[in-house]
Each structure stands twice: as C-alpha cells, then as structure tokens.
Nanobody, 126 residues
Framework: QVQLSESGGGLVQAGGSLRLSCAAS????????MAWFRQVPGKDREFVAAIRLKGGYTYYADSVKGRFTISGDNARSTGYLEMNSLKPEDTAVYYC???????????????????WGQGTQVTVSS
C-alpha cells in the first residue's frame, strides 16, 4: 500500500505563486509516475500535470502550460508542483496521484492512478 501526503496549498492573490508537495510512503517504487489533478465543486476532476519520476518525462494541461512546473525527486518518492502567475480560475482542490509506470497515453487519466492524496485547497483571489 502507498500513502500520499500533500502540502503547500493556501490563499494567494492573482499573479502570485504557490508550491505544492506530494510525499509518497509505504510500498513506493522507483518507477513511479506522479500527477496532479484538480477539482471544483460540481465538475469532474481535471488533469493538471504528470511526471515520470524515473527519467523526468513531463506532461501538462494546456491551461497551465508555461505557468506550472511539475518536478520530482525519484530517490525520495516526492513530487512537486510549482504554480506561478496564478489566476482565479486555478482555484480548486488539488490532488496528488501516483502509480506504477503507466502507459504514457494514460498519464492524463485519473482512473489510471491507484493512489491518491487527501487533497489540498488552492484559492486564488482576484
């Protein structure tokens, strides 16, 4: 079993920055893929970014490309999401997800990830 623990959410003004962290513990793997999804009430969970910790391959949603950066520490099974130039529409609960090495085409699909964090609230004020 794998447990994911997120931190770093909060309230920030538009144009500001936040950094989210996701630490994996338990039966972690050096071949982990990690991703961030976000969700607002009444809407489906939305893909934000993903990283293959071994190798560093990254993938982003168009809505965050150029503003958000996903990174990871393979040895520590930890992932990060650096969020810059935040907009009010980025307001959501952000979830960390992880799984064994997935097919690349499935990195953006929430159901592909077996492990999830509890979520952390990000609120961007205008």
């Amino acid at each position: 079993q794998v447990q994911l623990s997120e931190s770093g959410g909060g309230l920030v003004q538009a144009g500001g920055s936040l950094r989210l962290s996701c630490a994996a513990s338990g039966r972690t793997s050096t071949r982990f893929d990690m991703a961030w999804f976000r969700q607002v009430p009444g809407k489906d969970r939305e893909f934000v970014a993903a990283i293959r910790l071994k190798g560093g391959y990254t993938y982003y949603a168009d809505s965050v490309k150029g503003r958000f950066t996903i990174s990871g520490d393979n040895a520590r099974s930890t992932g990060y999401l650096e969020m810059n130039s935040l907009k009010p529409e980025d307001t959501a609960v952000y979830y960390c997800a992880a799984g064994g090495q997935l097919i690349l085409s499935s990195l953006t699909i929430s159901s592909a990830y077996p492990y999830w964090g509890q979520g952390t609230q990000v609120t961007v004020s205008s």
